[in-house]
T-cell receptor
Framework: GQNIDQPTEMTATEGAIVQINCTYQTSGFNGLFWYQQHAGEAPTFLSYNVLDGLEEKGRFSSFLSRSKGYSYLLLKELQMKDSASYLCAAMDSNYQLIWGAGTKLIIKP | NAGVTQTPKFQVLKTGQSMTLQCAQDMNHEYMSWYRQDPGMGLRLIHYSVGAGITDQGEVPNGYNVSRSTTEDFPLRLLSAAPSQTSVYFC?????????????FGSGTQLSVL
């Protein structure tokens, strides 16, 4: 079956770095997405990876290893506004998205 | 641009009632979809559409109907509400269904069925 795993909750300190991991198993693969979702709000797009390697976008970076079925989202210089849930989603061979349950990130001062 | 507009934001229904969740986008997106989000679970696709006049079922279509008469609008109808349909519903759109096409989400509808 198709499956996405990511930690349920993580805690980090303001100004620090945090890495949110995601492992996936899909029938075929057409890319890996990360979305941010603040409490009570809609998800918003953060990143897309389809090739192996690291993609950097300001304070946020996303990494993909296709051979390992693994991705991570790296957040640097954490700010209180980064407190949110981070959703990992893999696109299968039929271009359907398989979503993880999300990782709730708590930032402490 | 308004993006994806979803109404209502909150709704309480009694078991057996019907209702329609409205979704409209002004980005000329071909692809539109409805998801439900439940605690501890990933987003689950209910129905989707790849263009006006075309709809298809997602992972959890039972109890829901959709239509796509225009590019802009994609309403979701609950035929006879059940407590199991208590959830947060999101409408989303994108330019297409292929690889890098990111989704734009509406603000969500919190639905409670008593």
């Amino acid at each position: 079956g198709q499956n996405i795993d990511q930690p349920t909750e993580m805690t980090a300190t303001e100004g620090a770095i945090v890495q949110i991991n995601c492992t996936y198993q899909t029938s075929g693969f057409n890319g890996l997405f990360w979305y941010q979702q603040h409490a009570g709000e809609a998800p918003t797009f953060l990143s897309y990876n389809v090739l192996d390697g690291l993609e950097e976008k300001g304070r946020f970076s996303s990494f993909l290893s296709r051979s390992k079925g693994y991705s991570y989202l790296l957040l640097k210089e954490l700010q209180m506004k980064d407190s949110a849930s981070y959703l990992c989603a893999a696109m299968d061979s039929n271009y359907q998205l398989i979503w993880g349950a999300g990782t709730k990130l708590i930032i402490k001062p | 641009n308004a993006g994806v507009t979803q109404t209502p934001k909150f709704q309480v229904l009694k078991t057996g009632q019907s209702m329609t969740l409205q979704c409209a986008q002004d980005m000329n997106h071909e692809y539109m979809s409805w998801y439900r989000q439940d605690p501890g679970m990933g987003l689950r696709l209910i129905h989707y559409s790849v263009g006006a006049g075309i709809t298809d079922q997602g992972e959890v279509p039972n109890g829901y109907n959709v239509s796509r008469s225009t590019t802009e609008d994609f309403p979701l109808r609950l035929l006879s509400a059940a407590p199991s349909q208590t959830s947060v519903y999101f409408c989303a759109s994108s330019t297409g269904t292929r690889d890098s096409e990111k989704l734009f989400f509406g603000s969500g509808t919190q639905l409670s069925v008593l």
